[in-house]
C-alpha cells in the first residue's frame, strides 16, 4: 500500500492549550460559578463521577462560546493554509463532545471530531491514541499527525508518525524531541512578570494610599505607625489583586467585547486561568498574613473588604445605583482600615468628605463608560444596570455628590475640630476652591469624552493638573499645621 507523505497525512489537532492558549473546562467552569457562587458546591458533588462524567455534568450546565474564546492565531492561520490545499484536518480533544463539535463548527476547518463522549472515557492520553488510530484506520490511513502542547499528549505523538508541537511547555518540548523531531514548533509564549504585574493591576496599588489619609489627617510622625501602616498597604494591595482577578476571572466573556480590556491577560489568553487562581490565592493567603501582624481590627475590616469585593465581583456590579455606593464605600473603607491600623480615631468629618467624593468618582467612571458605548453606537457594557438614557440623571447625582464634598470640607473648616487640631485653620479655606475646581475639571473632562472610559483614578494618576492640585493642597495643609503667616 502506497503510504502518501507525511506532510498530507491527516492531522489531529489537539484543543485546550494548543488551538486556543485557554483551557475549555476552566472556561466552563468560570461561567458556571459566575451564574452564582453555590454553583462551586455543585461541581465538588460532580466530582465523584470522574473526569468524563464531570465534563458532561458542566456541559449540561453550561457551555463556552467559542467567539468568546482566545484562540492562537498563529496556528490556527497554518491549519487554514492546510485545510485549503486538501489535507484532512480532525479535531481530537478530552473536551465533552458538544464543546468539541461547537468550536470545529465556528472553525470551520475540521472534517470530523473525536472528543469524550456521553458514556466513554475521558479521551486523553492513551484513549485518544487509540480513537486517532481507529479513526485513521477507518478512513484507509495507516499513518496520521498530531498537534498538541502538554505532557498528556506525549503517548499520542508516540503512536503516530509526525508531531506538531504547538505552545508546549519546555520539558515537554524536550522529553518530545528526545523520541521524535517534530515536523513544527509553534513556541510557547511564557508568562512574564510583566504580565503578571498587568494581570493584579499593580498601578492601582496607589488607589491603597488611601490608608495613609488617617495619619496625615492626625499629624501623626511616630515611625513605628508608619512602619505598621505600610506593612497594612502590602496587605491591601495583595488583596484587592487577588479580587481583581477574580472579578477579571467572572468577567471574562464581557471583557473579550470590550474595546480595552479585551487586552487584559486574562481575556488576551496570556495567562491562564489555572495560574490566575493559583496566583490570587497566594496573594490572598499572603494579604492575610500580614493583615494578622498588623492587628485583628485591620484583618476584620481587610476581611469585610475581601467580602464585599467578591459580592460585588459575583452580583452587585449588576445593580444600578447600588454598584456606585458600594465602589465609594470600599474607598472609603480603605480610610477606614488605615485609621485602624495606625490606632487613631477616625473623624466623621474625613468620613463624610470621602464618600461623597468617592461617589462623584464612582458616577464618573459609569457616565464614562455609557459616554464611550453612545460614541460608537453600541449597547452598554454586558453586566451593567445602566442605559444611555440614565446618562443625564447619573451625570446631575455625580457632580451633586462631588459638590457635597466641598461644602461638607468648607462645613469643617469652621468647625471646633479644624480650630484644635490647625494652628491656622483659615489657611484650610484656601483647599475649597482648589478640590472644586478639580471636581468641576473631572466632570468636564467626563462631558467632553476625554476619560475614554477609564478609571477616573488611574487618570488622574496620568494628569498633571491632577497632581499639580494634590501638591497645593498638601501645601495648603502644611500652612494651617505650621501656623505660617504672610507678611503684608
Same mark, same amino acid.
Given at each position: 500500500m502506497h503510504n502518501p507523505p507525511l506532510d498530507d497525512c491527516p492531522l489531529y489537532v489537539d484543543l485546550d492549550g494548543?488551538? $486556543?492558549?485557554?483551557? $475549555?473546562?476552566?472556561? +466552563?467552569?468560570?461561567?458556571?460559578a459566575r451564574r452564582h457562587p453555590l454553583n462551586l458546591l455543585r461541581m465538588v458533588g460532580w466530582l465523584a463521577r470522574g473526569k468524563a462524567g464531570f465534563k458532561r455534568a458542566l456541559a449540561d450546565a453550561v457551555l463556552p462560546e467559542p467567539e468568546r474564546l482566545p484562540w492562537r492565531a498563529d496556528f490556527i492561520e497554518f491549519l487554514r493554509?492546510?485545510?485549503?490545499?486538501?489535507?484532512?484536518?480532525?479535531?481530537?480533544?478530552?473536551?465533552?463532545?458538544?464543546?468539541?463539535?461547537?468550536?470545529?463548527?465556528?472553525?470551520?476547518?475540521f472534517s470530523d471530531v473525536l472528543a469524550t463522549e456521553d458514556g466513554g472515557p475521558n479521551l486523553s492520553r492513551a484513549h485518544k491514541r487509540e480513537a486517532i488510530a481507529a479513526h485513521a484506520r477507518a478512513a484507509g490511513h495507516e499513518r496520521w499527525a498530531y498537534a498538541g502542547n502538554s505532557a498528556d499528549d506525549l503517548p499520542v505523538w508516540a503512536g503516530g508518525a509526525q508531531?506538531?508541537?504547538?505552545?508546549?511547555?519546555?520539558?515537554?518540548l524536550r522529553r518530545l524531541q528526545a523520541a521524535q523531531a517534530?515536523?513544527?514548533?509553534?513556541?510557547?509564549?511564557?508568562?512574564?512578570?510583566? $504580565?503578571?504585574?498587568?494581570?493584579?493591576?499593580?498601578?492601582?496599588?496607589?488607589?491603597?494610599?488611601?490608608?495613609?489619609?488617617?495619619?496625615l489627617a492626625a499629624h501623626t510622625t511616630d515611625p513605628s505607625l508608619w512602619f505598621t501602616l505600610f506593612v497594612a498597604f502590602v496587605a491591601f494591595g495583595l488583596c484587592a489583586s487577588a479580587t481583581y482577578l477574580v472579578n477579571d476571572l467572572l468577567d471574562l466573556p464581557n471583557d473579550r467585547a470590550h474595546r480595552l480590556k479585551r487586552l487584559r491577560p486574562l481575556a488576551a489568553g496570556t495567562m491562564g486561568i489555572g495560574a490566575a487562581v493559583a496566583i490570587g490565592a497566594a496573594m490572598l493567603l499572603a494579604a492575610f498574613a500580614l493583615a494578622f501582624w498588623v492587628g485583628q481590627a485591620f484583618t476584620g475590616a481587610l476581611l469585610l473588604y475581601t467580602a464585599l469585593t467578591l459580592g460585588y465581583s459575583l452580583r452587585w456590579k449588576r445593580i444600578p445605583l447600588f454598584d456606585v455606593l458600594l465602589l465609594a464605600t470600599l474607598y472609603t473603607l480603605r480610610i477606614g482600615a488605615g485609621a485602624l491600623a495606625g490606632h487613631v480615631d477616625l473623624s466623621n468629618w474625613l468620613l463624610a468628605i470621602?464618600?461623597?467624593?468617592?461617589?462623584?468618582?464612582?458616577?464618573?467612571?459609569?457616565?464614562a463608560e455609557l459616554e464611550e458605548a453612545v460614541d460608537a453606537h453600541q449597547a452598554p457594557a454586558p453586566g451593567r444596570g445602566y442605559q444611555p438614557r440614565d446618562l443625564a440623571t447619573l451625570r446631575t447625582m455625580g457632580m451633586t +455628590?462631588?459638590?457635597m464634598s466641598v461644602l461638607v470640607l468648607t462645613l469643617?473648616?469652621?468647625?471646633?475640630?479644624?480650630?484644635?487640631?490647625?494652628?491656622?485653620?483659615?489657611?484650610?479655606?484656601?483647599?475649597?476652591?482648589?478640590?472644586?475646581?478639580?471636581?468641576?475639571?473631572?466632570?468636564?473632562? $467626563?462631558?467632553?469624552?476625554?476619560?475614554?472610559g477609564e478609571d477616573p483614578l488611574a487618570f488622574a494618576l496620568k494628569d498633571p493638573f491632577s497632581w499639580a492640585t494634590l501638591l497645593v493642597m498638601g501645601?495648603?495643609?502644611?500652612?494651617?499645621?505650621?501656623?505660617?503667616?504672610p507678611h503684608l
Open positions: 494548543s488551538l $486556543t492558549p485557554s483551557d $475549555t473546562l476552566h472556561e +466552563s467552569i468560570v461561567l458556571f493554509a492546510e485545510h485549503a490545499r486538501g489535507r484532512p484536518l480532525v479535531l481530537a480533544t478530552a473536551a465533552d463532545a458538544r464543546v468539541a463539535r461547537r468550536v470545529a463548527e465556528h472553525l470551520g476547518v508531531a506538531i508541537a504547538v505552545n508546549a511547555p519546555a520539558g515537554v517534530p515536523a513544527r514548533v509553534f513556541e510557547r509564549r511564557p508568562l512574564t512578570l510583566a $504580565t503578571v504585574l498587568r494581570a493584579v493591576r499593580l498601578k492601582q496599588w496607589s488607589k491603597n494610599g488611601l490608608l495613609f489619609v488617617p495619619l470621602s464618600i461623597f467624593l468617592f461617589l462623584s468618582l464612582a458616577l464618573v467612571k459609569r457616565c +455628590s462631588g459638590f469643617y473648616i469652621d468647625s471646633p475640630n479644624s480650630r484644635a487640631l490647625y494652628a491656622q485653620p483659615d489657611w484650610l479655606w484656601a483647599a475649597a476652591p482648589v478640590l472644586l475646581m478639580w471636581v468641576m475639571r473631572i466632570w468636564f473632562k $467626563t462631558g467632553r469624552r476625554e476619560l475614554h501645601g495648603i495643609g502644611l500652612a494651617a499645621t505650621v501656623g505660617w503667616q
